[in-house]
């Protein structure tokens, strides 16, 4: 199924089908999104809040809150501010005035020595803002820094009290400002509120009391330190904030479902757009999978993803912007872009070619295979430059000596060890140790060398032996024609000489007439078996194939050879199939090769034995197998006894020629079939294999 689904999404129309609606998908969930959110402000963390309260209710709250406690820690009222006392918790004001400190420190330091003495007693009122002095030569470390304040002070109070002034003047605008947006959301909400201090009561609700503002439904208290605060809004007010809220979480909810909706489509057409990413290529189907981006560089891939991620960040502003521009195109186009450029970088991740498709790893590989070809199939001379030159590159590099020189003599070292091994073995070669074989060495000439002179032992091994086989076989030919011939010409000769003597009866003289044509007809029929090889071997032999039925076939030569089977006590157990068997062979000389291979089971076979015959079908070939239990030892190899005047009776008592089955396997070449003999202690089989007919 996964193989299936495979071939399928790598099919490259309903491969860009996906991508492109994977597109548009992506497109207008980002615009759904962009645009729900600018236009009605969602935020996901608004769905945390409880029917009881509201963001916007909660962020109002928190503002009153933060002014009410302004006042109450820093400014109190314009007439606290003015008298400066709000100074204490200006940090600004701090801040400016030890950098002023840090700023006069040389000059204070030589103001020092000329300063009245100071008491240890009076090194406890240190009054330096937090400022961290260095160590001075004299005194305790609290009377200098004391002493140096009390100096500054005195010495630049005018710049001190410009400092002061301006702190001022920010604390009265911020407090101002605080009245203002404290003032102006009291007569928008009509919130009532109770700052209660030991020092400090500031309200605007005609009751002050817990009770009071217990009564309203949407009211907080807040405790501090050295006080109290209460707030409390008016329920209509409360009313339309909850109802606003009400509807924003219901369109919040709605948003969700629907882009929920919307990833899930995307995340399963991303997730077939992966699986589907990579191709089959394999050494059946080379081409499978195909894409033209096979051929562009991932530098410009990876260019491409950015310049797609820098367009979705521009449309995704243009749109926070303006929610409603149709910025499709650009939007679908940048999308487009990141998602072809992100698959391309995984089709190359998955199928290994990553660093292969780079432009700098096309480079580097070109050059390293250059090096390469030069190293392992060049000459001599193209390896000494390649070395020589990367030898002096090496030594350039300062303190590379004491690594190149015991490295280039090892590599002298190899090749001379190798050199040897091949030398060795070449002498072996020409000594005549032709079975003598060179280990390979590193790939370079020598190996190359190796390899031929294998090659050359090797055919030289091959030769030898044929040539020994041929010499044996000549010599076990002629010895053997000459027996075939001699011993029935023999005999000719002899009852020929009988038949001159006179005075002989006329039973005997037809006696030696009957054995002097029995002789003869056997000398005819080894010359004629002769002949026919002669012409088998040589291509003379016509030959005209046609459809045959070897079923029909096979049981008409088993009738015509009945009387010679009952003779022989041989039983025959055929195994055939109940429609015809269509081969297409030449029928007369099919009928020769059955005929030479029956007459072959006829002589050897043991008497009162069985042969089993199976023809059956095997691919688009027929083949018959035929098996008997030989009456002689079989002590001899498949392949020597189909050569010609080969017997399996060695002693060649027996009738024939030893060409039958040599005979049957040229015809059975000549029409495009086999002869195959398989022996196995005595149980002797022969095989015949036959293109089947269509």
Request: glycine share 6%.
């Amino acid at each position: 199924m996964a193989i299936r689904l495979k071939k399928f999404l790598s099919n490259n129309l309903v491969y860009y089908t996906l991508f492109i609606l994977t597109v548009l998908l992506i497109t207008w969930s980002m615009f759904f999104v962009v645009r729900n959110f600018v236009q009605h402000t969602l935020s996901l963390g608004n769905l945390f809040y409880s029917s009881t309260d509201s963001p916007e209710l909660s962020q109002e709250r928190d503002s009153l809150l933060f002014w009410l406690i302004d006042i109450d820690n820093y400014y109190h009222s314009e007439e606290y501010i003015q008298a400066g006392n709000a100074l204490a918790y200006n940090q600004q004001y701090q801040s400016d005035k030890a950098n002023l400190f840090e700023e006069k420190y040389p000059t204070l330091l030589m103001l020092y020595s000329t300063f009245p003495a100071v008491n240890e007693t009076d090194s406890t009122n240190d009054t330096t803002p937090g400022i961290h002095l260095p160590p001075l030569a004299s005194g305790t470390m609290a009377a200098d820094s004391y002493v140096l304040w009390q100096i500054f002070e005195q010495k630049y109070a005018a710049e001190i009290a410009v400092l002061s002034a301006e702190s001022i003047s920010r604390d009265l605008n911020a407090y101002r400002g605080i009245i203002y947006n404290l003032n102006r959301y009291i007569s928008a909400s009509g919130a009532l509120y109770v700052l209660e201090t030991p020092d400090n009561l500031l309200t605007n609700a005609p009751d002050t009391s817990h009770a009071f503002f217990e009564s309203f439904r949407y009211y907080y208290r807040q405790d501090m330190g050295n006080g109290t605060i209460l707030l409390a809004w008016p329920d209509s007010y409360v009313d339309a904030k909850m109802l606003a809220w009400t509807n924003e979480r219901a369109h919040l909810l709605g948003f969700l479902r629907q882009f929920s909706l919307l990833l899930g489509a995307i995340l399963l057409l991303l997730g077939l757009l992966v699986w589907g990413t990579g191709s089959l290529r394999s050494a059946a189907a080379p081409d499978a999978g195909y894409r033209l981006s096979d051929h562009i560089y991932l530098e410009i891939i990876v260019a491409l993803a950015l310049a797609g991620l820098l367009g979705i960040a521009i449309v995704t502003d243009i749109w926070s912007n303006n929610p409603f521009n149709l910025a499709y195109y650009w939007m679908a186009a940048a999308v487009a872009a990141t998602l072809g450029a992100c698959l391309i970088i995984l089709k190359h991740l998955k199928e290994r070619t990553f660093l292969r498709n780079t432009l700098i790893g096309s480079i580097l590989g070109q050059v390293f295979q250059a090096i390469l070809k030069i190293y392992q199939g060049g000459s001599l001379m193209h390896k000494a430059v390649v070395a020589v030159l990367i030898f002096g590159l090496i030594t350039m590099i300062p303190l590379t000596g004491v690594i190149t020189i015991p490295l280039a003599m090892w590599l002298i070292y190899r090749q001379v060890k190798d050199a040897q091994v091949v030398l060795a073995g070449a002498q072996a070669i020409r000594d005549g140790d032709y079975t003598s074989r060179i280990d390979p060495p590193r790939p370079g000439e020598l190996r190359q060398l190796a390899d031929n002179l294998n090659q050359i032992a090797a055919g030289l091994n091959e030769e030898v032996k044929r040539r020994t086989k041929s010499e044996r076989m000549k010599s076990e030919l002629i010895s053997n024609v000459s027996h075939d011939l001699r011993t029935p010409l023999t005999s000719v000769i002899t009852y020929v000489d009988l038949l001159q003597q006179s005075n002989l009866p006329d039973e005997q003289v037809q006696g030696y007439v009957s054995i002097i044509a029995q002789k003869s007809g056997r000398l005819k029929t080894l010359i004629d078996d002769l002949f026919e090889i002669t012409k088998i071997t040589t291509g003379s032999q016509p030959l005209e194939l046609t459809t045959l039925d070897l079923n029909a076939l096979l049981q008409q030569a088993l009738g015509e050879l009945n009387e010679k089977i009952l003779a022989a006590e041989l039983d025959f157990k055929l195994t055939v199939p109940d429609d015809k068997v269509l081969v297409l062979a030449d029928g007369k000389q099919f009928w020769r090769v059955l005929e030479n291979v029956f007459s072959n089971v006829l002589k050897y076979a043991l008497p009162r034995s069985r042969v089993y015959l199976n023809l059956y079908h095997e691919g688009n070939d027929v083949r018959l197998d035929i098996k008997n239990i030989s009456a002689y030892e079989l002590n001899i190899d498949e392949q020597e006894l189909m050569e010609r005047f080969t017997r399996g009776d060695a002693s060649r008592h027996s009738e024939g020629s030893g060409l039958g089955l040599n005979i049957a396997k040229s015809l059975m070449n000549v029409q495009y079939g086999t002869l195959d003999i398989t022996i196995d202690g005595d149980l002797f089989k022969v095989s015949l294999r036959i293109p089947a007919a269509e």
